[in-house]
């Protein structure tokens, strides 16, 4: 078999230990394999680079074990080629599992060319990816301490939550911090009612209508207290994120071969950009952060934190991905591909990076209800006839196909109207349409349509 690296090693990474084989073939076709075991620590870790140097060793892979493979990364970063590939990938031969045994395959697949790297963004993406997944699970964390805080309003025979459709808002606030403080008239209560919500209060008065005893009380202090301090966190960590993005760095945006990367992802997914044959595959403009995020929030659906998710999680540098259809399977929002003897059997999504999947899924829901939109039309059509899961997931791909090329291009959105897919097939719609009145009876005489004034 063909020899790509004649020096490279392989990596089994765990808490406390790393195993470290190293493969090196002489000039006269021998083969050398030295395997050696180091801890975790910075020095050890220093200590293993020594002795890649000393082994002269160009290339380095490991599997994307948690969390662990990240201090091995960080000390090796820019003094050698590491491939952090994906442990599903590289399954051993089943009744010989060692972690030496584990490390010297991956150095053996790494030799001859049998491994495909993951995607690893640059630090400042990386650093950036941190926070918006940090501000994401203290989002999550906030709606587990409203529903907890709403399961002790119901304790309490407390029905606000049935009246206020948000139970941390202005007036609902009020109204817990007067309970808390002892106040049980609910017309008293009622009275707190704040804007539209006053047009509640004979509502509010019977919600409000309940049993609180101090351990209620104490709770609902508590719940309160969890929620402002998460609050807080998250207003902490969204200014870090812009602090972050004003001051990212900028990408030359090299237009992609049309040949190959427009034409492949045009086969398998509806894109909402024309390409140009014509257009050559040089650098077209520079893009930084600030000016993606303002790209993104243009496409119906997604807001700005959504569209700092993205960026933090793909980045805006579209060449590490071939195609749009890639980035969709690497993301998990592009159809499963299980065709067997013919036929085409049912396939589920990949996992895909989950970050970036549920930011999309997001997107989707609120584009879906856009009125007048491609996206609105697409969700509608596909609904019907697939599901409403599949409509979803059919929205987010178009999403991200679009991002891809609008970060190429560093174009804004082009909405093409909900009347797009309609357009695209008159013909078929009409004579559809006319048979179906000529089943039921009719005589259908068609006339052209007045032209759309622009």
């Known amino acids: 078999m063909l020899v790509l690296h004649p020096s490279c090693a392989g990596l089994d990474v765990h808490k406390k230990s790393v195993v470290a084989c190293c493969l090196k073939l ?107 997944r940090q501000r994401s699970n203290l989002v999550r964390e906030r709606a587990s301490v409203i529903n ?39 017309q008293k209560l009622a009275e707190l009612a704040r804007g539209r919500m006053r047009a509640k209060r004979a509502e509010l008065a019977k919600a409000l209508k309940g049993q609180v005893r101090d351990q209620h009380c104490f709770l609902l202090t508590q719940h309160l207290a969890h929620l402002d301090f998460l609050d807080e966190q998250v207003e902490i960590f969204s200014s870090e994120i812009e602090r972050q993005l ?21 086969e398998s997914s509806q894109n909402n950009f024309t390409p140009d044959p014509s257009t050559p595959a040089t650098a077209v403009a520079t893009l930084n952060w600030e000016e993606a995020v303002a790209l993104l929030d243009t496409i119906p659906g997604i807001d700005r934190k959504v569209a700092q998710l993205l960026i933090a999680e793909i980045g805006i540098d579209m060449s590490r991905f071939p195609s749009a259809a890639h980035l969709a399977s690497w993301a998990g929002v592009a159809p499963g591909n299980n065709r067997s003897a013919g036929k085409q059997l049912p396939g589920r999504i990949s996992s895909g990076d989950r970050p970036v999947r549920k930011g999309l899924i997001q997107a989707s829901h609120a584009a879906a209800k856009s009125k007048k939109s491609y996206l609105g039309a697409l969700y509608t059509k596909l609904a019907g006839r697939r599901g409403k899961r599949r409509a979803i997931i059919a929205v987010a791909h178009s999403i991200l196909v679009s991002v891809y090329y609008m970060f190429i291009r560093k174009e804004e959105y082009k909405e093409l109207g909900y009347d797009y897919l309609d357009e695209r097939k008159r013909g078929t719609i009409t004579n559809r349409l006319i048979r179906r009145l000529e089943r039921l009876g009719y005589q259908v005489n068609l006339k052209n349509p007045e032209p759309k004034l622009a």
């Open 26 to 132: 002489e000039a006269d076709g021998t083969q050398l394999q030295k395997t050696r075991t180091f801890g975790t620590t910075t020095i050890e870790l220093l200590e293993l680079l020594d002795w890649f140097s000393q082994e002269e060793v160009t290339i380095v892979a490991m599997e994307s074990t948690g969390e662990y493979w990240k201090p091995v990364h960080n000390i090796l970063e820019g003094q050698l080629e590491i491939l952090l590939v994906n442990a599903q990938h590289v399954k051993h031969v089943p009744g010989r599992k060692t972690d030496v045994l584990d490390a010297q395959w991956l150095a053996e697949l790494l030799q001859h060319g049998l491994l495909r790297a993951s995607f690893i963004p640059p630090r400042a993406q990386r650093d950036l990816r941190d926070l918006t």
């Open 148 to 186: 907890r805080l709403q399961k002790v309003l119901e304790a309490a025979n407390l029905k606000l939550a049935s009246v206020v459709s948000d139970i941390r808002g202005v007036s609902a606030r009020q109204m817990l911090e007067a309970i808390i403080a002892g106040e049980t008239d609910p």
């Open 246 to 266: 004003k001051e990212g760095p900028s990408v030359n945006l090299v237009s992609p071969d049309p040949a190959t990367k427009i034409g492949q992802a045009l």
